[in-house]
């Protein structure tokens, strides 16, 4: 294969395919012979992880070069190379100028998966910035989720199951995040569904996980139809243009340089972007699909602590940051004008921190922050900060991470695999202070605390869309800020401060059921016996009481606190540092189209006029104007906004404020301080109402199931029990009676009378099976009507699959 | 030509009429959804022979109009003879002919 001659690459980044096949293939190991391991499969789980996340940091430090080898050559005029169908797509650099504008080509390489009726579907692996940062993160996650699980499930009875899904789960993740077109991003992004599906009902004997694990399956699934139809819609819009320039409607490459290319439609644009939007909606858990993510509490933390940090619902958001031309043209982001991800993302934001407030169980809070976290992502994405967007995903991932496994931490040791903060918690810092000290980190990373991570990637979303210009959009990114510290404050103080209650002051519960993880629990008392009685004792010794976790559950929290804080200093204006904007934005500069033929009907393929925008704050360059014949743009240059700690005193100020309040309403609440506010949902009725529209959230709950659900679900199935039935229980039944009758008769008589005998049995079998079809002969000209057209409908079915 | 949208055109009448044949219970009703199934085929026929620059679609077309006179006449006379003589034309009651 060849390759530009400006742009270094190497083995790691051309093979980066292998990042997700090695956990696949660890996933079928475990599955087979995980059992019969001495470690029942982990090890397998965890050795894989371990070898992706080896061949990410060598993909990583290749891109590192290849930008940098980029960056220096940029200016010469480079021949490009190409691998398979993507031939004249792939580009060569020929703009840019100075360092760190010129475009780097991702690395792309697809194989023919299928083809079918003219259509070459590939697999491949579509490498630029932000799918290393993204790989490197999910395999890093990952496995310390994995070595993290090696003590929280222990002694599990689907331990083998556990970590067969968590790998699967894992490479679902890479599969999509290196898809190179957007049949393998589906194919990832269904991977990742049903492992969700798998680990959120792991202890599916308790009724309320399996209703969770259900509820997160067909409440994704709902957008998941917005994925198809914007998948659909994209591609019959693209196809046209991709083939043109010798690619295909589906190939990711091909989709950005559609939609930036300006011949695009505008409609076809605005409603792909719709639809996918969707998609990302039920994903990423926003408004109004965020109702299964908090039930997906109901998994093992680990899976929670997974699923919340860099995988599962940063999909959603990874889908707009891969498909961004698309969404920044079909909204029009560049416009300043109001758009549907950026509302989504504000309405989410709030709505989610206001949820946090009321809830007890300490995973019911992070997931509701995860569900603001990610509105923040999305109102990134859509106010055109694309970068500070991406940034978040990577802190987030790291803090969030921490978060949830400090709280199965303190379920495991602390309160006796209970999370509810009211009732097991409370002063836990004394007991657990490796658990203790990573929250607070991570707390602090989580509000945005300055020379935390959080801080220089959540700013820089609120910067950039006061920098934009969405004025409105700004202040709803700092009063979630102020919100998002009040709450985490509440947490933290009711987990780890004032007196010690429940599991968390040494009492032993006998009413196991009433925890969340009751399952949970009872497998653990069933097999700890075999693990040895100081083990035992530890966990459920009446004398124990709280303590901290091994070693096992400590160093990734250990790992996953230190980078909390390190992690935002790749990217922190506030010190200069600017990595990660080299690294992973893809740079809006056109690049000029190989084997590009100047010929006419090109520029007007669909008839459409370039519009560029005229008006005040003109500017040229991808994005604003449309590029010129012969060049092609993959990304949209976005601006930047210059850091100033006078722009960032705002939201600094907000939060000590939000941290201050919270913490003053905390002492008086719980802490039993005398303040005005305590008991004011008992005294005064509007508080009330409040109160119990958040604990009832916002009664979407009850909207999708008593309305939506009962008036749509429950006439299908009672039409289909009436078919079930009427009509093919009457022939199944009947067709058994006949059989069994002529069967019997067959046996008495076989050796008597055989040929009168075969006589009569004809009659016998003619009678049985005119009685069986009797149901049929209603006399209803209307079911002899359905009959007809069912069987037509079945017939042309067969016509139709035969002929191919 | 815009072949498809009339295949669509035909497509979703003949939906129409099977399912107004399915669900009806008013005799009169399934005459006139049967109607709308012929002429689902008649739009049919009519685009392809468009689309081959052939007469003999129009020729059938025309056929099956006849025919659908005849079988609208025939219809409607049974339709009246059984209202006669049992003062309902609801087809769910009339099933003398179950087996």
């Not at chain 1, 996953?560 to 990595?579: F, K, Q």
């Not at chain 1, 046996?747 to 009569?760: C, E, I, L, M, S």
């Not at chain 1, 002899?784 to 002929?803: C, P």
Request: glycine share 12%; hydrophobic share 50%; proline share 3%.
């Amino acid at each position: 294969m060849m390759l530009a001659a400006s742009a270094s690459t190497g083995w790691f980044l051309e093979n980066a395919f292998l990042i997700p096949l090695i956990p696949a293939i660890g996933f079928a190991i475990i599955i087979g012979f995980g059992r019969r391991l001495p470690k029942g499969g982990s090890e397998v789980g965890i050795a894989s992880m371990a070898l992706s996340l080896a061949i990410a940091i060598g993909a990583t430090v290749q891109w590192i070069q290849r930008v940098g080898s980029v960056d220096e050559g940029s200016g010469e005029h480079a021949l490009g190379g190409v691998f398979g169908f993507a031939r004249s797509v792939f580009p060569t650099a020929t703009e840019g100028g100075h360092g760190g504008e010129a475009y780097v080509e991702p690395v792309i390489r697809s194989w023919t998966w299928w083809q079918s009726g003219g259509l070459e579907f590939g697999l491949g692996q579509h490498i630029d910035g932000l799918a290393v940062m993204l790989l490197l993160l999910v395999a890093f996650i990952s496995l310390l989720v994995q070595i993290f699980s090696t003590e929280y499930v222990a002694g599990d009875r689907r331990y083998t199951h556990f970590f067969a899904a968590l790998t699967l789960f894992s490479a679902g993740m890479l599969v999509m995040v290196l898809a190179e077109n957007m049949i393998q991003l589906i194919l990832g992004w269904e991977i990742m569904g049903l492992c969700s599906f798998m680990l959120i009902g792991h202890w599916w004997e308790e009724e309320a996980n399996s209703r969770a694990a259900l509820k997160a399956f067909f409440t994704v699934r709902v957008g998941d139809m917005g994925l198809l139809v914007g998948t659909a819609v994209i591609f019959f819009g693209a196809n046209q243009w991709a083939v043109e320039n010798g690619s295909n409607g589906f190939s990711i490459q091909a989709i950005s340089g559609w939609a930036m290319s300006g011949e695009a439609s505008t409609s076809v644009l605005f409603w792909g972007a719709v639809a996918l939007f969707i998609a990302c909606i039920g994903k990423s858990g926003q408004f109004p699909l965020h109702t299964w993510l908090p039930d997906a509490m109901a998994g093992p933390t680990p899976v929670s602590s997974l699923l919340h940090s860099s995988t599962m619902v940063v999909a959603g958001v990874f889908l707009v940051a891969r498909l961004y031309p698309v969404f920044y043209t079909g909204f029009d982001i560049g416009g300043t004008n109001v758009n549907l991800i950026a509302v989504i993302g504000a309405i989410t934001i709030v709505i989610a921190a206001a949820l946090a407030f009321v809830q007890n169980d300490i995973k019911k809070v992070l997931a509701y922050s995860t569900v603001s976290q990610l509105g923040y992502m999305m109102l990134g994405l859509g106010v055109g900060a694309w970068l500070p967007a991406v940034f978040h995903i990577f802190t987030h991932a790291f803090f969030k991470c921490c978060l949830f496994l400090a709280a199965g931490s303190i379920s495991h040791s602390g309160s006796h695999h209970s999370f509810d903060m009211k009732k097991d918690m409370g002063g836990l810092w004394r007991k657990m202070p490796i658990t203790a000290g990573s929250w607070m980190i991570s707390t602090a990373a989580l509000c945005g605390v300055p020379f935390f991570s959080g801080f220089f990637s959540k700013d820089e979303i609120i910067d950039n869309a006061h920098n934009n210009g969405y004025t409105f959009f700004y202040y709803v990114g700092l009063v979630g800020a102020a919100m998002t510290a009040a709450y985490m404050t509440r947490a933290t103080y009711l987990t780890f401060f004032g007196t010690a209650r429940g599991a968390a002051a040494g009492e032993h519960h006998d009413e196991h059921e009433a925890h969340d993880t009751a399952a949970h629990h009872d497998d653990h008392d069933a097999d700890h016996g075999a693990h040895g009685a100081d083990h035992h004792d530890d966990h459920h010794g009446a004398h124990a009481g709280p303590h901290e976790s091994p070693w096992r559950i400590t160093a990734p929290l250990v790992i996953l606190a230190a980078l909390a804080i390190g992690s935002g200093y790749l990217n922190a204006p506030a010190v200069g540092t600017h990595y990660f904007t080299d690294w992973v934005e893809p740079r809006g500069a056109a690049v000029e189209l190989d084997g590009y033929a100047s010929d006419e009907g090109h520029s007007e393929a669909l008839g459409l006029a370039a519009l560029p925008r005229a008006e005040e704050g003109y500017s040229e360059g991808c994005g604003y104007t449309d590029p010129s014949p012969g060049t092609v743009c993959y990304a949209p240059k976005l601006n930047h906004a210059e850091f100033s700690w006078g722009k960032a005193a705002p939201s600094i100020i907000l939060v000590a404020f939000g941290i201050g309040i919270s913490a003053w309403l905390s002492l008086g609440v719980f802490g039993g301080r005398r303040n005005p506010f305590v008991g004011l949902t008992r005294r005064f009725a509007p508080a009330r109402w409040i109160h119990t529209l958040l604990v009832r959230k916002y009664f979407l709950d009850d909207l999708y199931e008593r309305v939506i659900v009962r008036s749509v679900a429950h006439p299908i199935s009672k039409a289909a029990y009436w078919v079930n039935q009427n009509i093919l229980d009457g022939v199944v039944n009947g067709v058994g009676k006949s059989g069994r009758s002529a069967g019997d008769w067959v046996y008495r008589n076989v050796d008597q009378r055989v040929v009168d005998g075969a006589v009569k049995a004809s009659g016998v079998v003619a009678s049985e099976s005119g009685h069986a079809l009797q149901p049929i002969q209603s006399g209803r000209v209307n079911q002899y009507g359905a009959l007809l057209f069912g069987a037509a409908t079945v017939g042309a079915i067969l016509l139709i699959l035969l002929n191919i | 030509m815009y072949a498809a949208n009339f295949l669509l055109l035909g497509a979703v009448l003949f939906s129409i009429g099977v399912f107004g044949v399915i669900a009806r219970r008013n005799a009169v009703m399934v005459l006139m959804s049967i109607e709308l199934i012929l002429n689902a085929v008649n739009i049919n026929l009519i685009a392809f022979a468009l689309m081959n620059d052939s007469a003999e679609g129009h020729v059938f077309a025309l056929y099956v109009i006849a025919v659908a006179a005849a079988e609208v006449g025939v219809g409607l006379a049974m339709v009246l003879m059984i209202y006669r003589n049992r003062r309902s034309i609801a087809l769910d009651e009339l099933s003398e002919m179950r087996g």
